[in-house]
């Protein structure tokens, strides 16, 4: 005790800012006090539903502190183990919350979250990336542009060594498609990319899920050396095995949001001994202390009938009786008032600070820095993932190839007329449902996102411009390109270059469109099969006012107004206007005395499509102005998504 006190004492000047290339050995962790915690949610309520709405208590009354070493904090599913660690690290929605969390005996600087390090309970890392280039990547946007590279890579290569990466230091984290490093090293990984600031605090929740006993055991061991070098670890995990429960310095343990233990977590049995819950010989403490929380355990002694009745009811009585004396015994007990004593003292010494319930996001580089290595590590993963950029090009000439052989080598005849129109709505539609592939861009990556942003990595923008630049520039411009230069020729359309040109533009721009418009759908999703529902249902709608399937002159008034919203519908006239103008479509003796409804203007003009000049390039200008407002909805969604749970 008296060790972390004097760790304590050493941390007191406050929360020390990234960029220190310090040894573990140096490390002083902060001190983490929480005072009257109290959180609540909103459940129900809404115009679709006739429930009022009402509030559920998640966190009831937190008092305690975590000091330099290995903190757990333990309960059963749904005690508030995540929010309770969500509250200390300055991650949950101010919302609902009362109380205060100190840091040093000071109020939480605003930007707490940037200072400190999380590694969330499922892996959020770049998979198609190797292990040094994921922490070069971390180094490269959270450390201060002032900390040379030299000094960066040096502590990517520290980092390294000690979290025992070397052997697979140049392998790939690994993805769906990708075979990559184990579940412990990946684990190791995560954690890596929060060490690189040297963060006072770092907190973990749940991160045994997924490993094997023994991973998971490897794992917290290395947490514990790296605890017992002066770091202040705070943990949520579930029900340890009994080798990982040895390694904790304090325990909190909490059922449905109240403390029923807070302490030091080698005194907890003896604790639950004095209160009357003894703990088997060659029985597991955490599994233990959830026994005696749920009511199920062993240990506590059923004298009456009434106690061993399997109405359902009865034991959620009974079980509620134990809550209610779990937490009375505890605030009754040495612990609790040692931990008074210790918050009264610290909140006496308060520095005064101005305390705020605000979150601020703070970053360490330049915009010019962080567009740099974002939009670096962007392309690197397109490359790297056959499965965006490989397939897309595949697919897309196939698809080309398709087109060509149905409409293959179309003459200029009436039954020519009615297959270049249909062949040019085919590719028109197709570009649409082919940018439904982009809906699922910002869901895939959308834990992987708010965590960077949050964590300040990188800005809003910087994110939204590299992916949409490499998403435009690789998965939508290069298939528009293969898709014109495979169907142009087979389809035989006009043989100009100028035609050619335009037709592939007009292509290009149709795509980058339905991609935005899918961009504008999905980005505050999290399910792809939802958004691409949304677009189909949209598409398909859109496709019935692009001219083909219906005559557009002969739609009501008070439907016309809805080809306006039809992104086909701009594609498919600019291609006719370009491809039709200046054709013949009848055999005539004399060119000159060429009937109308035989030339390409006739068949446009009876469509209702004006093929002058401003009318073809009209359509350029609506595509472009439907994309630049799709773009702007999405940076919008992305910008307000709710990034606190």
Known sequence: MSRSRAKMDAGQNGVSRPGSTRSSQQLHGATVSFHNIHYKVTQGGGWLCRRKA?????????????????NAIMGATGSGKSSFLDVLAARKDPLGLSGEVLINGAPQPPNFKCLSGY????DVVMGTLTVRENFSFS???????????????QKVEQLIQELGLGRVADSKVGTQLIRGISGGERKRTNIGMELIIDPPVLFLDEPTTGLDASTANSVLLLLKRMANHGRTIILSIHQPR???YRLFDSLTLLVNGKQVFHGPAQR??????????????????????????NGDSSAVAFNSEEDVDPDPGRMTLSRRKIEDQLVEEYRNCQYFKETKAELEKIVAGKQLAPSSRSRTITYHTSFCTQFRWVLKRTFRNLLLNPQTSVAQVMVTLFLALVVGAIFFNVQNDQGGLQNRFGALFFVTVNQCFSSMSSAELFITE???????????????????????LSDIITLRTIPAIVFSCVAYFMVGLKPTVDSFFLFMFTVAL???TATSMAFAISADQTVVAIATIFMTITCVFMMIFAGLLVSLPSIVSWLSWLKYLSVPRYGLTALAVNEFTGLVFCPVGNSSNVPQDCTGEGFLTRQGIDYSTWGLWQNHVA???????????????LRFIKKFT
Request: a negative charge; charged letters at 20%; proline letters at 3%.
């Open 54 to 70: 009402a509030t559920k208590d998640i966190l009831i009354d937190l008092n305690g502190l975590m000091k330099p070493g290995l």
């Open 119 to 122: 590694v969330v309970q499922d």
């Open 139 to 153: 180094a490269a946007l959270r450390l201060p542009e002032s900390v040379g590279a030299a000094e960066k890579q």
């Open 242 to 244: 009994y080798s990982i």
């Open 268 to 293: 907890a049995l003896e604790y639950f001994s004095d209160i009357g819950y003894t703990c088997d010989d060659h029985n597991n403490p955490a599994d233990f202390f959830l026994d005696v929380i």
């Open 446 to 468: 959308r834990k992987l996102f708010i965590h960077e942003y949050i964590s300040g990595y990188y800005r809003v923008s910087v994110y939204f411009l590299c992916k949409i």
């Open 510 to 512: 149709v795509a980058y």
């Open 623 to 637: 595509l472009a102005i439907m994309t630049a407002c799709f773009l702007a909805i999405t940076y919008l969604k």
